[in-house]
């Protein structure tokens, strides 16, 4: 019997996925998995600030707002040809796609708007996957994007929207589905997951995948992040995320979005190898690497280390087929 795509998922059906004892639900989320995807393929995708630090915003989790006191220096836009060195390098590590991030409030229409799509053409003509986390974006500036050759958008839920006003109060979570809205309207993928370890409950983890799994189109990307707890903001004193609980979370987005590329992102850097492969088992194919074993500004595992861990797991980076801005990442 084939598992159908649904975008009709009530709460209580994918809490109660959610709740199943762990090795069922693990068993059923690489059966589905298994289903969809090739499991010994892992999309490699590299992440880069291109500008870091100052954001307006206050995310609570976020080491680059400007109003908390970290140790992120603030660095400006970073120059094209440096962003696209950057991107070769990825590329002949293994990448397929390379996802440039600035933080930003929102796109402002000026001349570092008019470099970032200079980056995303030079990035595209590379034959990678490009995408870009930029904050709130128009319709308009969707367009642009994905003229320039844009493939993919990055925007997280981060929480439930019942939490949400716990975590950021400098924007409301219809923003941030806004500019969801806005991508999809411009024929760009979307990569859209959330945070757990904000101090939500289980039931605002279900919401948050409720409220993906009910898209007209599932995100083709959805990345399930660890607290990255950062010294100088709010949450920096929160427990550390267990493990099961990410294996939990991956595993119940895997069968709610079965065609969904679900990715293993921040967080990583304080799992060992047998717990990343649990994460993977449960229905993860995808991590972020980034050079100088980061991850925008917290630590992260480096290139060699991961294709080690594939090779010890007998995993191996996607390879992509195509660059079609309608197929699924």
Same mark, same amino acid.
């Given at each position: ?10 709460? !209580? ?6 709740? *199943?004892?762990?090795? !069922? ?8 998995? +298994? ?22 915003? $206050?995310?609570?989790?976020?080491? *680059? ?5 970290? $140790? ?5 836009? &970073? ?40 980056? #995303?053409?030079?990035? @595209? ?17 969707? #367009?642009?994007?994905?003229?320039? %050759?844009?493939?993919?958008? @990055? ?5 439930? !929207?019942?939490?949400?006003? /716990? ?8 923003? +941030? ?25 289980? %039931? ?19 990345? #399930? ?10 949450? !920096? ?26 990715? &293993?992102?921040?967080?990583?850097? /304080? ?11 449960? %229905? ?29 797991? %007998?995993?191996?980076? &996607? ?11």
């Amino acid at each position: 019997m084939s598992t159908q795509i649904r975008h009709d998922w009530k709460k !209580e059906e994918i809490q109660a996925i959610y709740d *199943q004892p762990l090795l !069922e639900l693990v068993y059923q989320a690489a059966t589905v998995h +298994r289903e969809f995807h090739k499991p010994s393929e892992i999309q490699v995708s590299t992440l880069l600030s291109i500008k870091t630090g100052g954001c307006p915003e $206050d995310c609570s989790y976020c080491g *680059q707002a400007a109003r908390y006191h970290t $140790d992120i220096k603030v660095q400006a836009l &970073l120059p094209t040809e440096k962003v696209l060195e950057h991107a070769q390098k990825a590329k002949e590590g293994g990448s397929s796609r390379f996802c440039m991030a600035a933080a930003w409030r929102e796109v402002r229409d000026n001349k570092d708007f008019d470099r970032v799509i200079e980056m #995303v053409k030079g990035v @595209n003509d590379l034959g990678l996957e490009v995408c870009c986390t930029l904050g709130m974006l128009t319709e308009e500036q969707a #367009v642009r994007l994905q003229e320039a %050759g844009l493939y993919a958008y @990055n925007h997280n839920l981060d929480t439930s !929207e019942s939490y949400y006003d /716990e975590i950021i109060s400098t924007r409301k979570f219809d923003e +941030r589905l806004d500019t969801i809205n806005n991508v999809r309207k411009a024929g760009i993928t979307v990569c859209s997951g959330g945070i757990i370890g904000l101090g939500e409950s289980d %039931g605002d983890r279900v919401s948050m995948l409720l409220t993906l799994a009910t898209m007209p189109v599932h995100p083709e990307s959805v990345p #399930v992040n660890a607290l990255a707890r950062v010294k100088g903001t709010p949450l !920096e004193n929160n427990p550390k995320v267990p493990l099961w609980d990410m294996v939990r979370m991956i595993a119940t987005a895997r069968i709610v979005m079965p065609a969904s590329i679900v990715r &293993l992102s921040a967080g990583r850097i /304080e799992m060992t190898e047998e717990e990343q492969a649990w994460c993977f088992m449960a %229905g993860a194919n995808s991590i972020f690497t980034g050079e100088r074993e980061t991850l925008l500004v917290t630590p992260n595992p480096g290139l060699s280390e991961d294709m080690q861990m594939f090779q010890n797991l %007998g995993l191996k980076p &996607l390879v992509k087929e195509n660059k079609s801005a309608c197929s699924v990442v």
